[in-house]
Structure formats: C-alpha cells, structure tokens
C-alpha cells in the first residue's frame, strides 16, 4: 500500500427509501462514486438469458434478441468469433491487466450462423440508456468479490493495483492449478491480502454457479432469465469494499443486516465496520451528500484556485473546457497555466467517476507552448485516472491542445438517472425528474414533522409528483411511524416540475 493510499479515508454511505437505494464512495469527506437504482427500474447488468433471435441487420452485422425485457436486447454478431476477451474482464474488474495465461490462451472460433427463431445464452453488458436498448453478449463472466470467471476461456489475469511481482506471480500460479481446463479468470484487487483457500474456495463457488447456469439452460426455453446480478447493496459491497474502506453507514435496518452477513462473508472481521444510522430517513441530507451530487449535476464546476471547469454533453461526446477564472497565479503565466490544468486534470477524473461518464470525452485545456508541459498534464490526467474502476484510456494531447479520452459506457450516467429532457424547451435544457423533486419534498417534510413533532402537514406540487408520493406514502408511513400524521396532497396543474410547497397545518 502506498503513501497516498494509507492517507485517504475511505467510506461507503448507503440510503434507501421507498424510491430508490443510492451508494455513494468516499475518499477524504468528497464522493467519487454513485450507485443509483430505482425500485421500479432496477439495472439488468451482468444478468444472464436464454434469449432468442427476433429479426436479424445484415447491414450492421447485427441482431435483436428477445430476453423478456421491455425492449428486445441488440447484439453484434462480431461477439461470435471470439471468446471472452481481457478487455471486457478489465471493465469488470477495476482495470485488471488482462495478461494471458502463457500455457493456453483463447482460441478463436469460427464464426457461427446466426438465424431468427435461433436460441442462445446471452449476458447483459450495457444497460438500457434512453431510446437505446440493452446490449448483450455471449461472452459470459460471471464476479466474486476476489475473482471474474471467464467460461469457455483460458485468460489469466492479474489487478493492476497488485504491483507486487511476488503476488502476481503466487497468485498466477494459484490460479491455473485450481480453475481447470476451459475456464479463465482474472485475480481482483481484494484478494492480494487473502489466502489462498479463500480465493480457492471462491473460485469453486463460481465454478458452480456457472454450472448451474449451463443446466438451467438445458431445460429451459427462450425468453428464460438464468441468473439475475445482484441488487445494488450487493454489488457496492462486491465491487467497492476493501480492507482500506474505514467504515459503511447505512440507514435501513433490513439492509443494514444484509450487509453485515455480506461483510462477515467478504471480510471476516470487519463486521464493526458497519454502521446503522439510526433515525436518519434521509442519510445525504444530514451529512452533506446531497449537496455533492447537486454539484455533479452542475454545468460548471470550481477549482480550488478559482479556476473552473464546464461540462457539455451533446449527443456524440462531452466537451469539458478549462478556464483560468479567478486564478491570477503567484509567478509567470506558464506556471500559472500548467498549474490550473494540472488541478483541472484531478477534478476532471473525479468528475468522470463521479457522473458516471462513458463515451468519448474531448477536454480542452488551457493553451501550453511546452511540449514537456503538455506532456505533465497528460500524465496528471493519466495517474488521476488510475484509480477508475471503469477502463478509461487517455489518448494524448493534439496540436490544439485537445485531449481525447475514451471510457466504458455501462449503465446510465448521473444526469440521466436524475434528470430528464425538459417539454417544454424541446431538449435544449434539463429538469429534474419527479422522482427527484419527490425526494426532495420527503426531506423537508420529515425534517418540520420530526422537529416540530408536528401531526398535519399540506404538500402541494405537479401532479406527477404528487401521484410517486401516493404511491410510496404508505411505506413511508410505515418507515417512519407516521401512522397518526395527516398528510394533505394537493396538485399543482400547470405548475413547474420543481415547484413545490411544504406547509405545517394546525391541528384545529
């Protein structure tokens, strides 16, 4: 572990309400990561069908598969010449090396003829985003919190974040003496401090799973889901925790035992590390956390210095442009140059992170003359980047001072997940969905009934907003013991989707 590692403070916060279950990473009191999922739209990422070929694209080498979902699934045909590759494992796995198994291998197969009425096993790897379906493939991998299991592959590989060659090189060998022929697998960050029959024993476990897989498969027939990923609290402690996470706060009781038996499996020992927050319904209000993702929904974020960055997102790419603000600097105006891109650098990186950024990305930093210049904030951004567990590449700097940077797009970003195209401006600006303006409702109402000990409360708002509370109301109820307060709804016809009013009622 290094010096900059056993520096940062690392903490994971989880709310849960009747709308949605959000996750946020920590490192030093600033969040760098959001998980969000909606009860009504949970994510189907990583889960695996038994899909069947509706219509074929010759035209794109493409297909639609039907997994049971809303929308048939699309699949490129080019996912049938080849096996599980090392770059989608790197995905999956925090960046993972993806250094191949120098006994083996992946072979390439022949392409197969692809039919409509043809069934096959497909996995989900890029949600539904928009208009656009869920992607799917039949690279199937399947994640532990020490291991990826690749079926029908030979990869060995190895994190990144494990430098030590004496740990590669065990674990390596670890590897191919126990995962057997015909299976690969990629060594995750978490299991460089545990033993070896630790990692064995989860290796097997997801041998098994895959097992099973293959004989619900056999049995089944299309539209037919075999495997569901797991929920988000699942998934945050899989991909998130690790023994440098100081500590988890939680609000929910339900869940907050969840994760305790999910820790004790994952960390045994670190049980103490879970904290329920007791009497807190909503957790990112009291500690901040709510203001740091009204910030990440900002057009223009602010340096430390004074300079600031603005993020545009268009269709094709986002454009992040770097302006020296209130930045003066304290020398020359070279120094004063490379300095804010060097911070803009860092702040970008989080940024990606934490908007879940995927796609193309075009930064366009402040104007250097240097080449050696150019070159520290293109290694600035890379080392800020390092620590992504989503493979972003930085492709250099061109003669116009533009970067371009590439990262994985997986599921929905953090403005498509709270925001929506505004009606009324055609899509040139953005709203808050009703679900946000909802939440942020509930926390001001529960703030004035619990600090007032109030009994009657009038909440007026749009319509649509007023019919989520309906709906979530007797949970709410239920959650908060509210079982004796009066809440009057009233709706707001023609009102803005963020108008609202909150008032406290007389008992009279």
Not at 239 to 260: A, E, G, K, Q, Y
Not at 313 to 333: H, P, W, Y
Request: aromatic fraction near 4%; glycine fraction near 6%; charged fraction near 30%.
């Amino acid at each position: 572990m290094n010096d900059l590692t056993a520096k940062t403070d690392k903490r994971i916060v989880i709310d849960a309400n009747p709308y949605r279950t959000r996750a946020v990473l920590m490192e030093n009191g600033r969040v760098v990561e959001i998980c969000s999922e909606q009860r009504s739209r949970e994510s189907l990422l990583g889960s695996i069908y038994r899909g069947r070929v509706c219509s074929m694209l010759p035209g794109m080498s493409a297909a639609f598969i039907d997994i049971g979902a809303e929308k048939n699934a699309f699949f490129s045909i080019a996912d049938l010449d080849s096996p599980s590759p090392a770059a989608s494992g790197a995905d999956i796995v925090e960046q993972a090396d993806g250094e191949a198994n120098t006994r083996g291998g992946a072979v390439k197969k022949p392409r197969k003829a692809l039919r409509v009425g043809q069934e096959l096993m497909v996995q989900v790897v890029k949600d539904a985003q928009g208009s656009k379906a869920a992607r799917v493939s039949t690279r199937i991998s399947l994640s532990g919190h020490l291991l990826v299991l690749f079926p029908d592959s030979e990869l060995i590989g190895i994190s990144k974040h494990i430098t030590e060659d004496a740990d590669r090189e065990r674990l390596r060998r670890l590897i191919a003496a126990n995962k057997g022929e015909g299976v690969g697998a990629i060594v995750r960050t978490a299991a460089a401090t545990r033993a070896d029959e630790d990692i064995v024993a989860e290796l097997e476990r997801l041998k098994a799973r895959w097992q099973s897989i293959q004989n619900a498969y056999r049995i089944s027939a299309a539209p037919k889901c075999l495997f569901s990923e797991d929920g988000l609290v699942e998934r945050t402690l899989r991909d998130l925790f690790r023994p440098d996470v100081s500590r988890i706060t939680v609000n929910d009781r339900d869940c907050c035992s969840r994760i305790l038996e999910l820790v004790s499996e994952l960390e045994p020992g670190a049980a103490e590390k879970v904290h329920f927050a007791e009497n807190a319904p909503d957790l990112f209000e009291q500690l901040g956390i709510e203001k740091q993702i009204d910030e990440a929904l900002a057009r223009r974020v602010w340096l430390k210095s004074g300079a600031y960055i603005v993020l545009d997102q268009t269709e094709a790419l986002l454009s992040i442009d770097v302006n020296s603000g209130k930045n003066i600097g304290r020398s020359d105006l070279r120094a004063t140059a490379l300095a804010t891109n060097c911070e803009a650098a860092g702040e970008i990186a989080r940024q990606l992170r934490l908007r879940n950024i995927g796609g193309i990305v075009i930064i366009d930093f402040i104007d250097l003359e240097s080449a050696e210049d150019k070159q520290t904030v293109v290694r600035t951004l890379r080392e800020a980047l390092a620590n992504d567990r989503t493979t972003a590449l930085v492709h250099g700097m061109t003669t116009l001072g533009l970067v371009e940077v590439t990262r994985k797009k997986l599921r929905e970003n953090l403005a498509s997940s709270m925001q929506r195209e505004c009606l009324c401006c055609s899509g040139s600006g953005r709203v808050s969905t009703p679900e946000t303006v909802a939440l942020r409702i509930r926390a001001r109402a529960l703030a004035r009934l619990f600090d007032l000990e109030a009994k009657r409360i009038s909440i007026s708002a749009h319509p649509s907003v007023i019919a989520l509370i309906k709906q979530h109301l007797p949970a709410e109820r239920r959650l908060n013991a509210m079982e004796e307060v009066e809440v009057v709804l009233n709706e707001l016809r023609g009102a803005a989707m963020d108008e609202f009013e909150v008032r406290l009622l007389s008992d009279q």
